[in-house]
């Protein structure tokens, strides 16, 4: 009477179960991609580099001028850390660049009793990111700087970064 339903049913292998058997590797190969160890290549034995950073402070009044100096600490004025050392500041006028409204050319003209300061600032550094931070702070070219030394309180922006290496060959370039 039953003897069809005792029987053995063969398995037929269709395409839900290609389907199914795919995503389930493709499950296990993304588990093991995210939890598999990474590692981190350091140059360093802690991990940071000396770099030299400048500082662009423009327009600043004419008398601020002399008050930051060559060996001052040079603090972040948001998080209150250490941001490096002064090597050196340049001092040169502050210029306006803008449209004549009636010839309609570009114009540069000399703010009077404005000068634009450059502060040269170097500083340990841990590589993140294609980029440099320096005890939490990300130096990213052009973008506002609040800092603080002894005698000033600014905001700038970061004109060049480069490890000191770079920047001592440039200088020997420059020199010859």
């Given at each position: 009477?039953?003897?069809?339903?005792?029987?053995?049913?063969?398995?037929?292998?269709?395409?839900?179960?290609?389907?199914?058997?795919?995503?389930?590797?493709?499950?296990?190969?993304?588990?093991?991609?995210?939890?598999?160890?990474?590692?981190?290549?350091?140059?360093?034995?802690?991990?940071?580099?000396?770099?030299?950073?400048?500082?662009?402070?423009?327009?600043?009044?004419?008398?601020?001028?002399?008050?930051?100096?060559?060996?001052?600490?040079?603090?972040?004025?948001?998080?209150?850390?250490?941001?490096?050392?002064?090597?050196?500041?340049s001092y040169s006028?502050?210029?306006?660049?803008?449209?004549?409204?009636?010839?309609?050319?570009?114009?540069?003209?000399?703010?009077?009793?404005?000068?634009?300061?450059?502060?040269?600032?170097?500083?340990?550094?841990?590589?993140?990111?294609?980029?440099?931070?320096?005890?939490?702070?990300?130096?990213?070219?052009?973008?506002?700087?609040?800092?603080?030394?002894?005698?000033?309180?600014?905001t700038g922006?970061?004109?060049?970064?480069?490890?000191?290496?770079?920047?001592?060959?440039?200088?020997?370039?420059?020199?010859?």
């Amino acid at each position: 009477m039953n003897s069809n339903s005792q029987e053995k049913k063969k398995y037929v292998f269709n395409f839900i179960d290609v389907l199914l058997i795919v995503v389930f590797l493709a499950g296990a190969l993304s588990l093991v991609y995210f939890l598999r160890e990474r590692r981190v290549v350091i140059s360093d034995s802690d991990g940071t580099e000396e770099i030299v950073y400048r500082l662009e402070i423009s327009p600043m009044r004419e008398e601020f001028r002399n008050l930051v100096s060559v060996g001052d600490t040079v603090t972040d004025a948001v998080s209150l850390l250490p941001i490096g050392e002064v090597t050196d500041v340049s001092y040169s006028a502050c210029y306006y660049t803008g449209l004549d409204r009636t010839t309609g050319e570009n114009v540069k003209s000399a703010y009077p009793g404005m000068i634009t300061m450059t502060v040269t600032v170097k500083a340990q550094a841990s590589p993140e990111n294609g980029g440099y931070t320096v005890n939490g702070r990300e130096l990213i070219l052009d973008t506002g700087f609040a800092f603080r030394v002894p005698a000033f309180t600014g905001t700038g922006k970061c004109v060049s970064v480069s490890t000191a290496d770079a920047e001592m060959k440039n200088e020997r370039s420059a020199g010859q």
